[in-house]
């Protein structure tokens, strides 16, 4: 039982150039979420799905896209990377929406150069 | 939205010592959850105590819902708890949409 993985865990990115994140879990949970965390500050959230086939913006959704095509896979694209985007990027899972708790993968850390 | 303040920002103990942690949060929440954030980046589930007393091993929590704050006891520190500790809610009301809520982190740095 792995819980939340992530790939890859470094990226590097010239700006403009596009990449895709990539969360799996194997806890069957109906609701996963990114997140970025930047320096010195808590996570927030980006995108968060309710289950699969949806997918909802959250705090910070400009300059990302996501897709849930199977329950267990939660995809992160950066179509056009930029700068700002250099961030730790951390994936999460749960078995229901408000009262449940979540489970974060290793994190992915981008560089936007 | 919700604001989550933690305190200390720093904290530097002596292997062996004990340490309280707190979290003050301003609205209702459903969800609380403490993490440790380790010095490989890695989040840690500590607790997820939206109320009451839990504990687990040397690490205990309570949170007082009905005051809104919780709040963190490491007993018998040891080097390998050093990192981060976050604090983490989920607003009970509004559009909150299961977006955890982070607070800035407790930064705990123990010594051999």
């Known amino acids: 039982n792995a819980g939340v993985t992530q790939t890859p865990k470094f990226r590097v990115l010239k700006t403009g150039q596009s990449m895709t994140l990539l969360c799996a879990q194997d806890m069957n949970h109906e609701y996963m979420y990114w997140y970025r965390q930047d320096p010195g500050m808590g996570l927030r959230l980006i995108h968060y799905?309710?289950?699969?086939?949806?997918?909802a913006k959250g705090e910070v959704p400009d300059g990302y896209n996501v897709s849930r095509l199977k329950k267990q896979n939660f995809l992160l694209g950066l179509e056009s990377a930029a700068p700002s985007q250099t961030s730790v990027y951390f994936c999460?899972?749960?078995?229901?929406?408000?009262?449940?708790?979540?489970?974060f993968g290793p994190g992915t850390r981008l560089t936007v150069t | 939205g919700i604001q989550v303040e933690q305190s200390p920002p720093d904290l530097i103990l002596q292997e062996g010592a004990n340490s309280t942690l707190r979290c003050n949060f301003s609205d209702s929440v459903n969800n609380l959850q403490w993490f440790h954030q380790n010095p490989w980046g890695q989040l840690i589930n500590l607790f997820y105590i939206p109320s009451g007393t839990k504990q687990n091993g040397r690490l205990s929590a309570t949170t007082v819902a009905t005051e809104r704050y919780s709040l963190l006891y490491i007993s018998s520190s040891q080097t390998t708890d050093s990192g981060v500790y976050f604090c983490a809610v989920l607003n009970a009301g509004g559009t909150s949409y299961g977006k955890l809520t982070f607070g800035q982190g407790t930064i705990l740095t123990v010594h051999p």
């Open positions: 799905s309710v289950g699969e086939g949806t997918t």
């Open positions: 999460a899972s749960s078995r229901g929406l408000a009262v449940y708790e979540q489970y």
